[in-house]
């Protein structure tokens, strides 16, 4: 139960009220096996970089999703979130608020119906909105490692599995 309050106060951090409860973010982060990454960094010393190095490095499947790159920690980085192939359990976002509703909208169109992960900041409460009532999982202005370390003690490493029970 320690865990759940630590990842209560990370939730509380965020300003939208519309985020998963703790118990159903920490049934997310638990069933992650893959993971693409829109916006990963090319510098080390980013955020968009060192979380998602930070993923990896727990076990997770990252791939990268960013136009200038060619790759990122050690993966090929594709152009676009179409690109991605395998099904995806998360859609974590690094780019602005003014870019994520589009992203959000791109990803409740997927066959796999992955869930999408704003990192702290990034808002696009309207797409949000839908993509819940479509039934897609958005949170909102959270930090995935914060909510990742809230957990850390409980969580199974390094094997994850997919939401697909790959």
């Excluded at 693409?36 to 499947?61: C, F, H, Q, T």
């Excluded at 994520?100 to 704003?118: C, K, M, S, T």
């Amino acid at each position: 139960m320690r865990q759940l309050e630590r990842l209560a106060r990370v939730i509380r951090e965020s300003r939208d009220s519309g985020n998963p409860p703790p118990e159903a973010l920490r049934e997310l982060i638990e069933s992650l096996g893959t993971v693409a990454v829109v916006g990963l960094s090319r510098d080390p010393i980013k955020a968009a970089r060192r979380v998602p190095s930070y993923l990896a490095a727990k076990g997770l499947e990252v791939i990268p999703v960013n136009p200038y790159a060619e790759r990122i920690l050690g993966r090929m980085a594709l152009d676009r979130l179409a690109e991605v192939d395998p099904p995806i359990d998360l859609v974590l976002v690094f780019r602005p608020s003014e870019e994520a509703g589009a992203i959000i909208e791109e990803v409740a169109g997927r066959p796999d119906r992955p869930a999408v992960w704003l990192q702290e900041g990034i808002r696009a409460d309207e797409a949000a909105k839908c993509a819940r009532a479509a039934g897609v999982i958005v949170v909102q202005d959270l930090c995935l490692f914060k909510a990742h370390r809230a957990l850390q003690e409980s969580l199974p490493l390094p094997t994850y599995r997919n939401r697909q029970g790959v």
